[in-house]
């Protein structure tokens, strides 16, 4: 059968203590769209259709590149449901997903694939209900009970045939009420089966969710340590730059780029922490456009790098090993000057310096060395 996915992300709600709508705030490194997009496309459906707010389309092709076709939404879920199916038009199966359910898991796709296939009409993930339901007055107050035994919870996809869904959705009066398409697909005659549904599938909807979501899609984290290692020699000059602070000095450092040692050393443990190569693979000396180039675009491509592999820095320490300049005057500059770059609080900046007691190449003043460490919290 071929088989095209629905997701409606038209909704202008959104998450509480946010501006954007929530199916475009970040959960676990990836909007919470981009989620529900690689679900479907992991299950092997190569045609995905987002319906959205028209006037958010840069915000969605920024969420999810050119993994789906886009298509403007109307004013009601309805109206952006039928959007969607018009451009599915010859789909043999369809399954309509709700944008705010970020949790979908490959294996869920493919239970309602296979239920379609072997003959349903339509098909729905759904868990049955643990807690005790009662009815509640205006004030609050308990006044009834609703039974249990035969309620179940409906999540989304709800996969159903073509054809079915197309001849309901065109059946439904245009000003019709409804509270999900199993409802629309019943109500012009259609069968529909459950499968067992997913915890992971629950809807962002309260404020407490966008944690408990963010825990369950992030899965195994670990901590990794990186280290990185870097020397400059001195030259001529009259000031050397360090962890991003200038430094009048009555020599200078010698290198293709500022020859920020200390910055350099960090690209190359946070590189390091993400298994991502060294500073050179990134930024090779051969290529004449790093030639003088402040550090900070190296570092900046670092935290970039970070976030996009839904990673977060913990913790960096660098130490700086010369004889001159003295370090110490300028510690609290380099280290508000690396946590502006890497979008972290001072306190989680470690900046020391040490000489060699004279001995060796530092010790003789021929350059300077940098070491550094950067603890990741990243994906396992
Ligand atoms: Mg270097």
Redesign the pocket.
């Known amino acids: 059968m071929k088989i095209g996915a629905l997701i409606v992300a038209a909704g202008r709600g959104a998450r509480a203590g946010g501006d954007i709508p929530k199916q475009y705030s970040s959960l676990a490194g990836r909007t919470v769209l981009a989620w529900s997009v690689r679900a479907f496309t992991s299950a092997g459906i190569a045609d995905v259709v987002v319906v959205i707010d028209p006037e958010r389309e840069e915000l969605c092709r920024a969420a999810i590149g050119n993994a789906a076709r886009l298509v403007a939404g109307g004013t009601t879920r309805t109206a952006s449901v039928r959007a969607g199916l018009a451009a599915l038009a010859d789909s043999e199966l369809i399954l309509i997903h709700d944008a705010a359910r970020p949790g979908l898991q490959r294996a869920t796709v493919a239970a309602l694939v296979a239920a379609i296939e072997d003959g349903a009409q339509g098909a729905a993930p759904a868990l049955p209900v643990a807690d005790a339901l009662r009815r509640i007055d205006a004030s609050g107050r308990v006044n009834g009970e609703v039974e249990r035994d035969g309620v179940m919870r409906v999540q989304t996809p709800q996969a159903f045939r073509g054809d079915v869904i197309r001849a309901a959705y065109a059946a439904l009066p245009s000003d019709a009420a409804v509270s999900d398409d199993i409802a629309v697909a019943r109500a012009n005659g259609a069968d529909v089966v459950l499968i067992p549904g997913d915890p992971k599938l629950m809807k962002l909807t309260y404020p407490e969710d966008a944690a408990l979501l963010d825990r369950m899609l992030a899965g195994e984290r670990i901590t990794c340590v990186g280290s990185g290692f870097?020397?400059?020699r001195f030259g001529e000059g009259d000031h050397v730059s360090l962890c991003g602070v200038r430094i009048s000095h009555s020599k200078g450092l010698l290198?293709h780029?500022d020859?920020?040692?200390g910055w350099?050393?960090l690209v190359d443990a946070i590189l390091g922490a993400l298994g991502e190569g060294d500073?050179g693979a990134h930024f090779p000396p051969s290529d004449p456009q790093w030639k003088g180039a402040d550090s900070e675009k190296f570092l900046r491509h670092a935290a970039t790098l970070v976030e996009q592999s839904g990673a977060r820095v913990l913790h960096v320490d660098i130490t700086l090993i010369c004889e001159r300049p003295k370090i110490g005057p300028h510690r609290e500059a380099m280290r508000a000057r690396t946590a502006d770059v890497l979008g972290l609080p001072p306190s989680r900046v470690s900046i020391k310096a040490t000489t060699t007691e004279r001995m060796g190449f530092t010790g003789r003043e021929e350059g300077l060395a940098a070491q550094a460490t950067a603890t990741l919290e990243r994906p396992g």
Do not use: W
């Open positions: 870097d020397a400059h290198g780029s020859a920020d040692a350099h050393a500073i």
